[in-house]
């Protein structure tokens, strides 16, 4: 298995620290609002690295942390009249019926940066008796000039770094590039005891301290957007390695941007969507198959366009298994029969299909492709003349590959009978409409679906053929 490593850009075959365990952080969302369809693009991307680990047989620690302390909670909470703490859990909780929705699993640990404060300021402690940190007026920094491997993973020098990044004049620093692990409270804000002031910790601090904890100095994969890349994760590793000298982490793994509709998602535009937002219109599982449907490291043009391709793919692949389900059922046959012994060699190709897909860097894209060729396979074989052992073998399989993605894993009547309702009512408007094309449009596409209609007196009926 190979993965590409943003510290080498390179490809590299995956060797996990300890044999058949995987320890693995990734970066969780800022808990002020619902969570947009940028960020869901990585909580799914790497949900789904998650479970293919666990498919090859890995037991895999996952991380995935909750920043419940940051301007924009505190902006948050003076809107709302509550707490920044009652603007946590609030979003906390909403975080996770939109992470149900898009099949997203729950962590083994959802540490909050609230509950790592003692862990964080021994963290600084450790960084300024080692000479990384400095303090200013109870404000605490990292010295960028002492670390040596300051750049290594976005590939740039110092100077390189200082002259394209965008940084807040400050007078109080050593260096433009050093960065805050912790400041001081503004009057109304929260804030913790520590030895330099009653304050509260920077960003990039929280993810070290809770991936120490939890996981140890130096795990196998950290992962998170491209857009992450620096200074946050180029600051973990800083204060990380500054503080153990050990490797941070042996893979870093970054996916691409979201586009909207080929402008970049910015809330000026007016492109900005939350999840909550799609769910009016779509299901989230076909939010979740859309972003699987392409290479986790490239970019992806979301739009209503491509979510509705997304939907009529997923509905072929709930077709292909209602058909097969229903098939089955009516069979009468048990045994295997002489003439489906070659198809059952063909039948694992598939699935050997699917690994090397994966197994390429979680290729998805490729792996939902040798779905929709198992699909086509199955529709292609699998008739009332088939064997009992041959039709379970074909339902095994396409739901061995589908729960890996986690994806076609809801009952397919409750997923279809909707959409069927919709069309119908849509032929039915198209007839009043005297549109007689587009109703007998719809009912082919109906009919391709395996539905046949009725026009009654009380109403179009339909069942499935």
Not at 93 to 101: C, L, M, Q, R, S
Not at 313 to 330: A, I, P, V
Not at 339 to 352: A, G, I, T
Not at 382 to 388: F, G, K, L
Request: hydrophobic letters at 35%; one cysteine or more.
């Amino acid at each position: 298995m190979k993965l590409y490593n943003t510290l080498t850009r390179t490809k590299e075959e995956f060797v996990p620290i300890e044999e058949g365990k995987v320890k693995m952080y990734v970066c969780g969302p800022t808990v002020y609002n619902f969570f947009h369809i940028g960020n869901a693009r990585p909580f799914i991307i790497f949900d789904t690295f998650r479970r293919y680990l666990e498919y090859r047989g890995y037991d895999v620690t996952y991380i995935q942390n909750f920043t419940d302390v940051d301007d924009k909670i505190i902006k948050r909470s003076n809107e709302e009249g509550i707490t920044p703490e009652q603007v946590a859990n609030k979003y906390i909780d909403e975080y996770f019926k939109d992470a149900d929705g898009l099949g997203i699993k729950r962590a083994t640990v959802h540490p909050r940066v609230t509950e790592n404060i003692n862990e964080i300021i021994e963290f600084i402690k450790e960084l300024e008796e080692k000479g990384y940190a400095y303090e200013v007026n109870g404000e605490v920094y990292f010295d960028t000039q002492k670390f040596e491997g300051y750049g290594k993973l976005s590939k740039q020098n110092q100077e390189d770094l200082e002259a394209g990044a965008r940084i807040e004049v400050n007078s109080q620093k050593r260096h433009p590039m050093d960065f805050v692990l912790w400041k001081p409270r503004k009057e109304g804000e929260p804030g913790w005891e520590s030895p330099w002031s009653v304050g509260r910790p920077g960003w990039h601090i929280e993810c070290s301290v809770m991936s120490k904890r939890y996981l140890g100095d130096t795990i196998d994969i950290h992962a998170g957007g491209q857009d992450l890349a620096f200074p946050h994760h180029e600051n973990e590793i800083a204060q990380s390695e500054a503080r153990s000298g050990k490797t941070f982490s042996n893979y870093w793994i970054h996916n691409g941007y979201i586009n909207i509709n080929n402008e970049k998602m910015s809330k000026s535009k007016g492109n900005f969507f939350t999840v909550r937002d799609i769910a009016d219109k779509y299901d989230l599982e076909v939010v979740r198959f859309f972003m699987l449907s392409a290479h986790y490291r490239n970019p992806v043009n979301f739009s209503d366009e491509m979510l509705s391709q997304a939907k009529a793919g997923l509905e072929r692949l709930y077709n292909t298994k209602e058909k097969l389900e229903f098939t089955l059922s009516n069979l009468k046959d048990e045994n295997i029969k002489e003439n489906e012994k070659d198809l059952v060699k063909e039948l694992d190709s598939y699935r050997d299909k699917f690994i090397n897909a994966m197994d390429d860097d979680i290729n998805t894209a490729d792996a939902i492709s040798a779905i929709f060729e198992l699909a086509r396979f199955i529709n292609s074989n699998v008739s009332e003349e088939s064997s009992i052992e041959f039709a379970k073998k074909c339902l095994s399989e396409f739901e061995e590959l589908t729960n890996v993605l986690n994806i076609v894993n809801k009952k397919p009547d409750e997923v279809l009978d909707a959409d069927i309702e919709k069309l119908i009512q849509d032929r039915t408007d198209a007839k009043k409409n005297k549109n007689f094309a587009l109703a007998d449009e719809i009912r082919n596409k109906l009919l391709d679906m395996g539905i046949v209609l009725e026009d009654t007196r009380q109403g179009t009926k339909w069942k499935r053929v």
